[in-house]
């Protein structure tokens, strides 16, 4: 092996960015349509009806047990044969994100509002609020500060994790980074790249996550 | 829809026999890899509280490393970046010598990616003991290695067994993402199957049936070492871990 | 004013308040006392509808608890109430706590519910504080909020559940100093607290509590001079001995 040379990474700069805006734009809608997802299950929970809160306690349950490999798998297949026509890996990835990571939001979202203290509900109520408007002003709001570190965490873990569209082919930054790797021979200098990027901007959103939470704790 | 169902597929021969060969290595990965992630992630776990912050400082970074690295290019780096930036003759080694590459790179992998999240998890339940108990331990005479073994980790232990099992839960999903160095576990063979008969529902909620009973089965050893902790006069699950 | 008419309420098969009874008059002060666990919260939260009974009626102001036609909130908003742990709304500061209710229930604008959250800060002492979160101040200040909150209300009736007993000893003063005045200006309380201090002060009557009964319904005066069952004296020689 010659000596780590950085041209090869210079030189396929333009395909490697094209790549980390896929891999941007996947994060951003997963992570969008995860928490709307999300929340809806955990509302399914939450609610005094019985059968609609075992439904979404099963959806949770059996999506956190199974990998995301295999999420995308089941939906690289089932979304072509449910919609009758081929829509190609990007949208077939976006939707497993979307279901699959809805069930991990949910679960943050619940515990969220479990974890507001029962007596913040009384309080309210006992100044003649009503259920909607103490969920509203009262249990809400808290419940969003005691969520949000929790839901840039998992964001940062679905940024990590969209790299598995790998299995599918789309062409991700780690995909693209792995054609340029075959291309060029060269998969010691691209696959340390690799890593490093993922590592700055995982560790940057940490950091950031970390000094505003500092300056939220009041 | 047109989708012919045959349910008989994945009881079919070689079918069969590869989605449980897939099970058996999925298994076999996760609990070798854990074997090595558990120790290791106490020692890093504990070292990161420990009194040298030399030391405090390099397991944190060593957390951090494996932390914010997606799983996947930790194999890749593994697997086909290792080899080429070790002397040569333990690269050839790797790469001609070993008997199973996929399977020993993929699982020394998962340890170290895992040990990483397990030392945080130890971490904060030295945290959240406390400094009462160190200095009790202390003053009583013992040395940090005492004060570790004999309390801090006992204690650490019973407050962290729920983020521990899942972790535990996490790392047979996790071993699932070998398949892109080439082991065949269960995922793998599921899609292998899929690929042979075109029978993607069968193969996939067997495989799904598979991890499901994976996992309710860990819940259920969860629970009873949980019980068995609680007996034993620990903290139990009580006093949760924010 | 109140009227509390034989009131049951099990939690599954375990009955907690039995047969209980007492009309509480405009102006006074009812002190609720008797061991832990025999039901004085519960009986206080009956009073405005936050725990629910089986059996018997709770009519406020003319208006019977369990009635269809009655409006549980409108009702709630002119039953104050103080707990135990404050509960004040982390996530606003003091005045914001004061007026959420005013302004989402009783419609008042914006400016005239800071007005009167003004006044009732100064009233309570801590009119330098209204900007500030609830984190930022003492317990006794807290607790000083929290009935400022409820006052803002205007209620006709004030609850209390235990104000000082998460209080640190040199605070309960400023609480129960607020708490003196409030019931000199002719407000009428129930108040359960293990304070005989403020008993004897301002207290009308007491209703003394035991497993679930309202074993005695004196004069203040009489139940500290003469109590009639054994279980009020055992009580009340715990009481002092402490
Ligand atoms: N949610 C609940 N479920 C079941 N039992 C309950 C519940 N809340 C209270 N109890 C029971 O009701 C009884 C009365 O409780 P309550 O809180 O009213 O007592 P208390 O007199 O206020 O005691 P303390 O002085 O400790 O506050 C207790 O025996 C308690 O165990
Ligand atoms: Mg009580």
Redesign the pocket.
Known sequence: MSSFDLSVITQNIPWLWAGMQLTILLTLLAVAGGIIVGVILALCRLSPWWALSAAAKLYVNLFRSIPLVLAVFWFYFLVPIVTGHPVGPFYSVLIAFVFFEGAYFAEIVRSGIQGVRRGQLSAALSTGLSHVQALRYVVMPQAIRNMYPVLVTRSIIIFQDTSLAFVVGLTDFLTSANIVANREGRPVEIYCFVAVVYFLLCYAAEAGLNLSKRRVAR | MSYRWNWGIIFEQPYLSWLLQGLGVTVALSCLAWAIALPLGTLVGSLRTGPYRAIRLLCAWYVQAFRNVPLIVQMFLWFFVFPEVVPKAVGFFLKRQLPIPEFTMGCLCLALYTSARIAEIIRSGLEAAGNGPRNAALASGMTYYQAYRYVLLPMSFRLTMPPLTSEFLAIFKNSSVALTIGVLELTAQSHQVESFTFQGFEAFTAATVLYALISWACLGIAGAVNRQLSNAGGLGTEVAIK | MIKIDGVCKW??S?Q?LTECSASIARGEVVVVC??????????I?CINGLESFQRGDIVVDQESIKSPKTKIYKLRSRVGMVF?SFELYPHLTCIENITLAPQKVLKRSRDESIDRAKTLLKQVGLSAHGAKYPSQLSGGQQQRVAIARSLAMDPLVMLF??PTSALDPEMINEVLDVMVDLARSGMTMVV?THEMGFAQRVGTRVLF?DA?VIVEDRACSEFFDRPESDRARAFLSSIVRR
């Open positions: 939690y599954g375990h907690v008797g061991p832990s666990g025999s039901g004085k919260s519960t009986l939260k135990q559940d235990e359960v509590m679930g």
